[in-house]
Structures are given as structure tokens and as C-alpha cells.
């Protein structure tokens, strides 16, 4: 019923930029909090960034002042810039929001994924 297509992920090299974007489609009602996620080869899935509907963001601490959460609410769209990329970034990101669909059911819902590897 809700869709998340991830898009922006790529090759990029040590202090280059990426711009992810995640849109949401489906019978949505309302999206609260939109989430970036990462996970790595091997490892757990952390939080990346987070933005409430009213703006409000928090941030994992090792992306903190090199990473920005925006969003667009009348385009159901979250974005990522990330700046200052390192070799540690590398992982695949996915996009995680809390939508109320039209029926007034609430739920969590994930895109697909993308990838960004940062290398020389």
C-alpha cells in the first residue's frame, strides 16, 4: 500500500559528495518520521538520520556536521546529503518512514536500498 523507492547512491571518492532521495507513494494519508538507515558489510543496521514531520533531526554520531536530512512534505520525499564522504560510509542505505495510510492505519515502511561506496 506504501511504496519507498530509494535513488542517488554510487561509486564517489574520499571527501566527495552524494545526494540520496527516497520518495513515498501509496495511500498516504500522513508521514511522521522519515529515518535513513546504513548497514554494512558485516555489520548491524544503524541509524543514519532522522526528521520528524515538523522539521526536528537527530543525527548518528559519526555522521554528525558532514550529513544533512531535508524533506519535502508535499512531495512525500526525505533526502540525504552527505558531504566529507569516507571509506567508513560505505554500506547500503535504506529509507525507513512511519506513514498513516488513508484507511488510519499506521506502520513502518522500508525501501529497497541503495548503495554508496566510497573508494579511491
Known amino acids: 500500500q506504501v511504496q519507498l523507492v530509494e535513488s542517488g547512491g554510487g561509486l564517489v571518492q574520499p571527501g566527495g559528495s552524494l545526494r540520496l532521495s527516497c520518495a513515498a507513494s501509496?495511500?498516504?494519508?500522513?508521514?511522521?518520521?522519515m529515518r535513513w538507515y546504513r548497514q554494512a558489510a558485516g555489520k548491524q543496521r544503524e541509524l543514519v538520520a532522522a526528521?520528524?514531520?515538523?522539521?526536528?533531526?537527530n543525527y548518528g554520531d559519526g555522521v554528525k556536521g558532514r550529513f544533512t536530512i531535508s524533506r519535502d512534505n508535499a512531495k512525500n520525499t526525505v533526502y540525504l546529503q552527505m558531504n566529507s564522504l569516507k571509506p567508513e560510509d560505505t554500506a547500503v542505505y535504506y529509507c525507513?518512514?512511519?506513514?498513516?495510510?488513508?484507511?488510519?492505519?499506521?506502520?513502518?515502511?522500508w525501501g529497497q536500498g541503495t548503495q554508496v561506496t566510497v573508494s579511491s
Open positions: 526528521i520528524s514531520s515538523d522539521g526536528s533531526t
Open positions: 525507513n518512514a512511519h506513514v498513516q495510510i488513508v484507511t488510519m492505519f499506521r506502520d513502518n515502511y
Open positions: 501509496g495511500n498516504i494519508f500522513t508521514i511522521y518520521v
